[in-house]
Each structure stands twice: as structure tokens, then as C-alpha cells.
């Protein structure tokens, strides 16, 4: 089954309001990656979290891993229209011989 | 940049029919994936390699196969088709870098099993 859970499926917002997905996972991971696919399009790489604890921040995107390494979250301080897209975190597990897992997305529609 | 080349945007194939889906990138790239995306479940992996003639299971092998007779190639099989894997295929390669390494995907491949 799914070995990392991501919410919500869906958020719609209006352009100007903020938005969050959040990412878990039941065991430690040694990374998690995030990717933005634009509708039409295919996953590309945003950035990539390490550290526990770590915060990065790319503009108006703000990304955290969990002092446990299980969870992340992306959060993106006033939307904007060119925000749409669906938003995926990654993990790599410890044992996994570094592939990839990914959480189902989060869809984000941006009202003007 | 680097690209990462599908051979197919669309296909249509009938039930049972043998399918082969084509990935070439052009960075040399020692890690090549494939991933199937459908909707509510994300990506999930199907195959991979890290190495000319070397492959291993993802976590939804069953149903295909894969070759990578050549660094920059990497095809996916469908021995016999089903409507089941009506899907977008994405195709994917990363450098080695000790396990830090990020992820340059295709443009998908959209197979319609009918």
C-alpha cells in the first residue's frame, strides 16, 4: 500500500489566499523531495529536505521536515494563478536502496 | 538541460496485445525509472535500473517487464495488454549520487488499453 500519505487531494483557493499540503510517512526517511506538475505537464523537481528540522524557503514557498523525518509540508503564502498544478512529496527510505516514494498529490486550483 | 524523451504522447492498444514503451535520455544518466500515475493514487513504481542489463522490481511489477540494453534506454513491456493498465506512463533517470538524487521525468506516455 501506500507507504506515504499525503493531504488534502484537492484544495481550491482564492487567488491571494495561502495554501498547505502535508506529507507523512510510518517510517523515517533519509530525504523527501518535492515536485510541482502543471496540468498537461509531468513532475518536475522543486527542492529537496535533508536535515531534521529543516526549513527551506524558494520565494513564496516555504518547505519543512519533521524533526523525526516522517513528515514535510509545503506551504505557499499568496497564491497566485501560475501556483495551479498538482504538488507531490517524494521520501526516500533508509532500506530502499534510495528509490522514491511517491504521495498521491495535492491539486491545487487557484481562483482569480 | 537535461531531456528525457517518450516515444509515444498517446497510444491506443486492444486487450492482449503486446505493448513497448520507449524512454531515452541524453545525460548520461546511470538511473532510469518508470512510474505509472493515475488519479487519487499518485506515482507508483513499476521498474527500475540502476545499470546497463541490470533491473529491479518496483512496487507494482506484475503485468510488465523492462530492458536496458543500452545506458541511455530504458523500455517497458506489456507482455498482454489489459484495461487495468489504461494509465500515464512516466519515465524518469537520475545521476548517481548517493542517494540525494533528484528526478528529470518525460513528457508521459497516455496508453488506452480498449
Known amino acids: 500500500g501506500q507507504q506515504v500519505m499525503q493531504i488534502p487531494q484537492y484544495q481550491h483557493v482564492q487567488e491571494g489566499e495561502d495554501f498547505t499540503t502535508y506529507c507523512n510517512s510510518s517510517?523515517?526517511?533519509?530525504?523527501i523531495q518535492w515536485y510541482k506538475q502543471r496540468p498537461g505537464g509531468h513532475p518536475v523537481f522543486l527542492i529537496q529536505?535533508?536535515?531534521?528540522?529543516e526549513v527551506k524557503k524558494q520565494k513564496r514557498l516555504t518547505f519543512q521536515f519533521g524533526e523525526a523525518k516522517k513528515n514535510s509540508s509545503l506551504h505557499i503564502t499568496a497564491t497566485q494563478t501560475t501556483d495551479v498544478g498538482t504538488y507531490f512529496c517524494?521520501?526516500?527510505?533508509?532500506?530502499?536502496?534510495?528509490?522514491?516514494?511517491f504521495g498521491q498529490g495535492t491539486e491545487l486550483s487557484v481562483k482569480p | 538541460d537535461v531531456k528525457v524523451t517518450q516515444s509515444s504522447r498517446y497510444l491506443v492498444k486492444r486487450t492482449g496485445e503486446k505493448v513497448f514503451l520507449e524512454c531515452v535520455q541524453d545525460?548520461?544518466?546511470?538511473?532510469m525509472f518508470w512510474y505509472r500515475q493515475d488519479p487519487g493514487l499518485g506515482l507508483r513504481l513499476i521498474y527500475f535500473?540502476?545499470?546497463?542489463?541490470?533491473?529491479e522490481k518496483g512496487d507494482i511489477p506484475e503485468g510488465y517487464s523492462v530492458s536496458r540494453e543500452k545506458k541511455e534506454r530504458f523500455s517497458l513491456i506489456l507482455e498482454s495488454a489489459s484495461t487495468n493498465q489504461t494509465s500515464m506512463y512516466l519515465c524518469?533517470?537520475?545521476?548517481?549520487?548517493?542517494?540525494?538524487?533528484?528526478?528529470?521525468f518525460g513528457s508521459g506516455t497516455q496508453l488506452s488499453v480498449l
Open positions: 524518469a533517470s537520475s545521476a548517481r549520487q548517493g542517494g540525494n538524487e533528484k528526478l528529470f
Open positions: 517510517t523515517t526517511l533519509s530525504n
Open positions: 529536505l535533508v536535515k531534521s528540522g
Open positions: 517524494a521520501g526516500r527510505r533508509y532500506n530502499q536502496g534510495g528509490k522514491l516514494i
Open positions: 545525460m548520461d544518466h546511470e538511473n
Open positions: 535500473s540502476y545499470d546497463v542489463k541490470m533491473k
